[in-house]
């Protein structure tokens, strides 16, 4: 590169009425304070850090994910979804019954309209009759949206509250497109196990079947990392308790949201290096079969 004369003091390559002595240690154009991007050694100009982006492999998690999960984006977008989704149940209502005045000594919320409509429900008939509705009948989108609703404010902040506890960490760990199927996967488990093993026409709903998966998938993940587990065990254990002492708490849901993120978090820990994603893809997929299975099992009981 031609050197300017040396009674000339150079001049940023971006910033021409900004004077340096300092070069990038990558290409040596003079760069100023508002160009320099700190390196191993030296400072380097923004192409140059763009270059080296293009061409770096981006860090990844011990399970294959980006390590962008750190900021726990999704488990935030989450949080906000299942709020703005509690929102309109109350405005649905068209009162405050939505928010509290249910079960548990009235602090649990009633059920809504939204809820009737895209609530978990197997089978049942409107009110004076009319033809059949809910997952037997084709609604099969209510195994996923009713597992962003929830009955009253109470239901919603304990969840909430678990899913900012555990799902940070393991977004952390897994990042952020393996958390979120994980996620997915093991809210849809819960509600298909709720589907087939529960009565048919009774609405269920909250986003319990995908915590309680969570749970066990950072089970899954601490052990395959070699941490302590302490501390979490006791916890589920205590839910369980609460699952099967307390009244018109989904069991179906909360076993089998346990049972496929558990599941799912396997098939993501355990994983061959070689072909990594490739398997924990395939692990999905089989996951997701096997709930179809479930679901169609469950459908012809309910129709015949």
Request: proline letters at 5%.
């Amino acid at each position: 590169m031609t050197q300017p004369p040396a009674n000339v003091v150079p001049v940023c390559y971006r910033h021409p009425n900004r004077e340096t002595y300092v070069r990038c240690t990558r290409c040596n154009q003079p760069i100023c304070p508002d160009c320099m991007n700190e390196a191993s050694v030296g400072f380097q100009c923004p192409d140059c850090v763009r270059q080296g982006a293009r061409t770096q492999r981006p860090a990844q998690t011990a399970f294959g994910g980006s390590r962008a999960g750190s900021a726990g984006t999704v488990t935030i977008a989450l949080i906000v979804v299942n709020i703005l989704a509690f929102i309109a149940t109350v405005i649905s209502s068209g009162g405050t019954d939505a928010v509290a005045g249910g079960g548990w000594g009235g602090l649990l919320g009633q059920q809504t309209p939204l809820h009737e409509g895209l609530g978990m429900l197997g089978a049942a008939t409107y009110p004076g009759g009319g033809p059949l509705h809910g997952v037997a009948a084709g609604e099969y989108y209510r195994l996923v949206t009713g597992m962003f609703l929830h009955f009253g404010l109470l239901h919603l902040a304990l969840n909430m509250w678990v899913l900012w506890s555990v799902g940070r960490p393991l977004e952390q760990t897994l990042g952020r497109a393996r958390y979120f199927a994980l996620y997915m996967i093991a809210g849809i488990g819960g509600n298909v196990a709720a589907y087939a093993f529960t009565a048919p026409n009774v609405i269920n709903a909250g986003a319990s079947g995908a915590v309680f998966g969570l749970f066990g998938a950072l089970i899954v993940v601490w052990r395959r990392m070699r941490l302590s587990v302490a501390g979490i065990v006791p916890v589920l254990i205590l839910n369980l308790v609460l699952t099967f002492s307390i009244s018109n708490i989904s069991v179906g849901g909360h076993i089998g949201g346990l049972i496929t993120g558990t599941l799912a978090a396997i098939g993501l820990a355990y994983a061959p290096r070689n072909h990594r994603t490739l398997v924990q893809v395939a692990a999905f997929v089989v996951l997701a079969l096997l709930l179809a299975v479930l679901v169609a099992w469950r459908t012809t009981d309910l129709i015949g």
